[in-house]
């Protein structure tokens, strides 16, 4: 049984800070990628950033490079994005994913996904 857990989110003004945590354990399993999906209300499920424990490059899609970083920690199966200048847009619920790299920007990429954690951002 693999399990990614997710940690932090919550609310924000618009101009704030945010970091996500995901530790990802269980069968042995130690993912060469991880990412950070999302999911607004009425929306599709769209990926936002992804890293290779591998390279250690990160990458991001083009609404949040900039303002959101992503680091990992292979050794602890760990991942944290942490999201500068919050926009209002930034609100939705996000899911923390593994898998095989490289990573895609793509619900099919995720072999494994967390339960999601909450993050709003007020204007």
């Known amino acids: 049984q693999v399990s990614l857990v997710e940690s932090g989110g919550g609310s924000a003004q618009a101009g704030g800070s945010l970091r996500l945590s995901c530790v990802a354990s269980g069968n042995n399993y130690r993912p060469d990628c991880m990412g950070w999906f999302r999911q607004a209300p009425g929306k599709d499920r769209e990926a936002v950033a992804g890293v290779s424990f591998i390279s250690g490059q990160p990458i991001f899609r083009d609404s949040v490079r900039g303002r959101f970083t992503l680091s990992g920690d292979y050794s602890k199966q760990t991942v944290w994005l942490q999201m500068y200048s919050l926009k209002p847009e930034d609100t939705a619920i996000y899911y923390c994913?593994?898998?095989?790299?490289?990573?895609?920007?793509?619900?099919?990429?995720?072999?494994?996904w967390g339960q999601g954690t909450q993050v709003n951002v007020s204007s």
């Open positions: 994913a593994a898998g095989s790299c490289p990573f895609y920007f793509t619900q099919s990429w995720a072999q494994y």
